[in-house]
């Protein structure tokens, strides 16, 4: 079973940074692609970005510009480095394979942008 465990989330400032992490387990994690999605309260999961096993990244035009996604085979991680943080991007940020979902969910991560 694949396992997700986002972290990195907290309470940032308008205009301010984080990097979030996504530690999943398996064996396949080289040859997949992996997205970021968030949720935020009374709204639905939406794929914020993703990036193919060969590095090609894709950001919804929201983040452009703000959000890099990254990965490192070696650590089975996947990493979102969010700057210019602002009111709207605040929501449970939640990784998984793309472009279709691992059944299973991992807890997530919120980040809480707010002055």
């Known amino acids: 079973q694949v396992q997700f465990v986002e972290s990195g989330g907290g309470l940032v400032q308008p205009g301010g940074s984080l990097r979030l992490s996504c530690a999943a387990s398996?064996?396949?994690?080289?040859?997949?692609?992996w997205g970021w999605y968030r949720q935020a309260p009374g709204k639905q999961r939406e794929l914020v970005a993703y990036?193919?096993?060969?590095?090609?990244?894709t950001y919804v035009d929201s983040v452009k510009g703000r959000f890099t996604i990254s990965r490192d085979n070696g650590k089975n991680t996947v990493y979102l480095q969010m700057a210019s943080l602002n009111a709207e991007d605040t929501a449970v940020y939640l990784c998984n394979t793309h472009p279709v979902p691992y059944v299973y969910w991992g807890q997530g991560t919120q980040v809480t942008v707010s002055s």
């Open positions: 990036i193919t096993s060969n590095g090609h990244t």
């Open positions: 398996g064996s396949a994690f080289s040859i997949l692609a």
